[in-house]
């Protein structure tokens, strides 16, 4: 498996990823169009491409903040579900980062949202924040309640909250 970094809005990769990112998330999980391609121009933002046996399988979206890696959207591409790559994109998210923090939706939500704080439990995240308020992407979104989760555990949850709220949300 390689992680791909994609650094130019104009890389032929941008398209496929955007196309898949607005119709996995929910609107107010997304950034408009403007903004996603303002990412690449952002020094703490990393964006790459996740390729398996030469086919790009999904990506990530993390931004590097003071003293965590904060993973803002991680996809595999619907077509390469439930095939167990999900958790090798964890295990080097795990091996090249001490300190992740991520954000879900809460697991009573839905049988996915279930599913997918499930996932998270078993690659070794949990849970450190149940009330934590999403800021709205922008003009037409709404704000969302999501849960905090972490593969270490923070001294100052509030701090590292206010740290995201801050940096990654425009």
Known sequence: MEFLPIINAEDDRVQ???NSYISTFPVDEQRDREQFLELFSNPQTKIMSVVHESEAIGYLILW?????????????????????LGSHIMGYLLETYPKIILEIEPADLSED?????????????????????????????????????????????EELKNEICDIVYP
């Open 64 to 84: 590097e903040m003071s003293s965590f890696v904060f993973v803002e959207h991680f996809e595999v591409f619907e077509a390469f579900r439930s095939k167990k």
């Open 16 to 18: 496929e990823i955007y």
């Open 113 to 157: 949202a279930q599913r997918r704080y499930s996932f998270y439990q078993r690659n070794s995240f949990s849970l450190i924040d149940t009330n934590h308020i999403q800021p709205s992407y922008g003009e037409g979104k709404q704000s969302l309640h999501l849960w905090l989760l972490a593969n270490y555990a923070p001294e100052n949850v």
